[in-house]
Each structure stands twice: as structure tokens, then as C-alpha cells.
């Protein structure tokens, strides 16, 4: 069974790699592919001939996230629908799609793209989503009719524990980065985007009332106007640490087991492979009540994302709480842990074969 993966987030994300290596212990064939031309999903599927179509982000496909050009993202929605319509009723090929996000996380276009999803989607056979919360969120964003409900699917997001070096002590970590031993130090890690709020958290990190307070903001910034933003925000700013560049695998280590907490500051969320991958490192979270974040151990530290002030205040709850976070993070890991490859592939590979 020829299984086709679209597009190719893994050079992003190890999510992709991690499914293809389980799915072809399980005997299927694998490929992932972004596809190239005008017409990228035919030209992908002539050249692999798969059984199966698996869509994990439709929005590269859809929406001109790059130059943001409502005619560019008219004309390659049109595009995808009439591929979609090709592949369904002249190949009968079948269609999966993970729903990831319910729309892009930049909300470029999202009105046009949410249009283009709605039709399209009513084409697919089956869909996977990560929790019981997604899977009500995008019941009732596409009103998807009760007679295909038996074809959404819930299969947990894996987890990244064996995938990145984890053999560093935190001492080592933090001489490496300056950090002192008696530094309390907050994280944020992941692709910096508009929708995962940092300035919240640089705003309430200013605020707090806490000795030799730290905060590492790291990883790339996809936007040149919030880098600036951001870079203008800590400018005078002691204790804070910016390292605004994709961070190698191998070194994730070294920011993880420095910190205390992990914060995030998402805006609006469904699934997140950071929060997976912060749980695999053993890390107490600080984290809004959406998507998802919601079915987490409620040992962390949960805010209402509507009350931006609430960030400052769970931070300052994990600082008063400090002598339990190792206690935190070992519970998440282990909550996390459930979550092996071996089984979402034989899952997986359940939805392909119905």
C-alpha cells in the first residue's frame, strides 16, 4: 500500500519523519512530498502512484502566505479544489487529512481559505485529529453532518522523547548558556510567530517580582516586523535571552534542562508538537485552556487566554512552587509517554485500510 504524505513539513517538525518510520514498520510504503509545478498535488501523485493521499496542512495549497496576494491565493485555491476533484472522481483515489490547525495560524486570507476547506474537506474520506477537543472544534467550524462523524478520527499527537539527545545535566546546560545555578529561568521555544503571543509573555516576564529572573525566547522568527518588535521590547530589558534562529537538534537539549518552566502564549491552538516535545524533556508548563492544551495533566499552571494578565500571575505561581517543578515535569513525561509511535502508526494504518 503506497501512502502519499502532503506537504513536507519535516525539515519543520520531526512529526512527519517519526509517522513514516512507524507506518513503514508496519508494512506500508511512505512518502512525503511538497510536489512541484502549477498543478503540485498531480504532478506528486503521477510521480509516486499512491493508494492513499494524506493531507497534514491543505493552507500551502491554498493561501499566498509569502507575498500575501489575495489574487495568488484566489487562483491556487481554484487550483487545489479542481485537483481534489480530479483525484476523487477520475483516480478514486483516497483522501485523509490530519487536521493540524483549522486554519492557517497567520489568518492570511483565512476567509477565502476557510471557504476553500469547507468545500474540499466534503471530499475527503477519512480525517484524524489529536483529542476530543479538536475533534469538536472542527465539527463546528466545518459542520461536518452527523452520518460522517464515524469517519473522524482521534489519535493522539506522538511523542519526541527518543527523537532528540536528551544527556546534558542542567548545570552543564546553563554554563553553556551563562546562566547562574541560583537563576530562575522561564522558556520559550518553538517557530516565533504573531499567533503564539510572545510579547505577553516578555510584557509579564517585565512585571514580575522575582530574584535573578531569566527568560530564553528561542527560535526562528518568521516575520521580520515582529523580530523587530520583539528585539525593540527587550532592548533595555535585563535577564532576558534572545536566540532568534532554528535550533539544531542536538543542541535542544541545552535550552530545555537550563530552564524551570516552559511558557506558552498561544493566541489560538489546536495540537502543538512544542508543548509535546517540552513534556518529553520533563518540564512543568505554563500554558492557555485551549484546543487540545486542555486535556494536559492539570498539575501545570493554566490561564484563561482571554485575560492576559493571568500569564504574570501562573508564572509567578510556578516561582512560589519551585520545590515541586522536577515533581511537575516527571508527571508530564510520563503522561506523555503513552503517546509511543509504534501505536498511533498501527492506528494510522487502521484509518488507511477501512
Not at 476553500?116 to 483529542?131: E, G, K, L
Not at 500554558?287 to 509567578?316: A, Q, R, T, V
Amino acid at each position: 500500500m503506497k501512502i502519499l504524505h502532503m506537504p513536507d513539513g519535516s525539515k519543520e517538525n520531526p512529526y512527519q519523519k517519526l509517522l513514516k518510520e512507524f507506518l513503514e514498520k508496519e508494512g506500508l510504503e511512505v512518502n512525503i512530498e511538497s510536489g512541484s509545478g502549477f498543478f503540485k498535488i498531480l504532478n506528486a501523485f503521477k510521480r509516486f502512484k499512491p493508494y492513499i493521499l494524506h493531507f497534514h496542512w491543505m493552507h500551502v495549497y491554498i493561501v499566498s502566505l509569502s507575498k500575501k496576494n489575495i489574487i495568488l491565493s484566489f487562483i491556487k485555491g481554484i487550483v487545489f479544489l479542481l485537483q481534489i476533484f480530479y483525484l476523487k472522481f477520475f483516480k478514486k483515489i483516497k483522501i485523509v487529512y490530519t487536521v493540524h490547525n483549522l486554519l492557517n495560524h497567520e489568518r492570511i486570507h483565512f476567509l477565502w481559505e476557510f471557504i476553500i476547506n469547507f468545500v474540499a474537506i466534503r471530499f475527503f474520506d477519512d480525517y484524524i485529529v489529536h483529542c476530543e477537543e479538536a475533534k469538536s472544534s472542527f465539527i463546528k467550524k466545518y459542520r461536518i453532518s452527523k452520518n460522517r462523524f464515524s469517519r473522524i478520527h482521534v489519535i493522539p499527537h506522538g511523542n519526541y522523547i527518543n527523537y532528540y539527545p536528551n544527556n546534558i545535566s542542567k548545570y552543564e546546560a546553563r554554563k553553556k548558556l551563562g546562566l547562574g545555578e541560583k537563576d530562575f529561568v522561564f522558556l520559550c521555544h518553538g517557530f516565533i510567530r504573531k499567533y503564539k503571543g510572545v510579547e505577553k509573555i516578555i510584557d509579564a516576564f517585565k512585571d514580575l517580582e522575582i530574584e535573578n529572573k531569566r527568560l530564553l525566547i528561542v527560535g526562528k522568527i518568521m516575520d521580520i516586523n515582529e523580530e523587530k518588535k520583539i528585539k525593540e521590547k527587550i532592548k533595555n530589558l535585563n535577564g532576558v535571552y534572545l536566540f532568534p534562529y532554528f535550533i539544531k537538534e542536538q543542541d535542544m537539549q541545552i535550552f530545555y534542562n537550563a530552564s524551570d518552566v516552559v511558557v506558552f502564549s498561544f493566541k489560538d491552538i489546536l495540537t502543538s508538537g512544542s508543548v509535546i516535545c517540552a513534556m518529553g524533556f520533563k518540564k512543568p508548563l505554563i500554558l492557555p485552556f485551549l484546543g487540545c492544551l486542555k486535556e494536559i495533566p492539570k498539575i501545570n499552571f493554566f490561564y484563561n487566554p482571554s485575560c492576559e494578565k493571568e500569564i504574570k500571575k501562573c508564572m509567578e505561581e510556578s516561582y512560589k512552587n519551585r520545590e515541586i517543578l522536577e515533581e511537575i515535569g516527571f508527571k508530564n513525561y510520563v503522561w506523555v509517554s503513552k503517546f509511543d509511535w509504534e501505536k498511533i502508526a498501527k492506528e494510522v494504518k487502521k484509518v488507511y485500510k477501512r
